[in-house]
């Protein structure tokens, strides 16, 4: 296990677990007991996997005293860990995805990206954050410009994933606003054969989501969203985390650990 801090109180948790890692689909997340003292285990989402050393990485930010406790673990700690669950992103026909993730919600769409990195996909990754960014973000290779934004996050860039960072702080070389903002300088820059190969799929705050989706319908774009919510069993039983969607036959109460946390943005939003 390593175990690295940033700053905004955020940090990047390594766990040794090679079934998880080997079992870990984009979207999903694992449920972790943080402390011996604190019986409610925390729902994370998964950000990377290393298949070959067994090894996945968790992003957080300390909001609590669940999170600041695990904020405390040690190298060589052992966790109790329940994992992957949930469902998963699913990836279309549509060749062009613009994954758009938000604070604690960024790890999600790094999945996809490490997911698809190597296929014939051509995502756009938007990442925003108002806290510093847990990562040293860097002059993107290509050289494009996205209105200001020029930095990306270096992973992306070795994996050769195209990247730009949004934040309402200002931020060198990030898009002063919004993410949606950002993602419309995105599409606007497309030709209408490349628009209509994407595809969104994005993570984050509900108020995020929702903007988001909105932004979707406003181009007419098939959206996949994954949602946060508070859970207390993570495996159905407790109905805890429930959420009203839209259906075929009406509205209908799901359980976002086990029904999502993925699901289409139109019935949600």
Partial sequence: MAHYQFEGSQYILT?????????????QFVHITVSDALAMRRPISIMSVDTENGTFDLLYKVVGEGTRQLAERKIGEVLSVIGPIGNSFEMTDKKRPLLIGG??????????????KDSDYQPFVILGSEAPFPFDEKLADNNKHYASA??????LEDWGVECRLASLQDYQGVYQGYVTDLAKVYLDSLSVDELAQVEVYSCGPHPMLEAVAKLAKEYDLPCQVS????????????????VEVQTDVGPAMKRVCVDGPIFDATAVF
């Fill in 15 to 27: 766990i040794d677990s090679p079934e998880i890692a080997k079992a870990t689909k984009p979207g």
């Fill in 103 to 116: 604070g604690v919600g960024m790890p999600p769409m790094i999945a996809i990206a490490q997911d698809i």
């Fill in 227 to 242: 949602l946060e919510e508070y859970m207390a069993c993570a495996v159905g039983g407790c109905a805890g985390c429930v």
């Fill in 150 to 155: 020029t930095h990306t996050m270096p992973l």
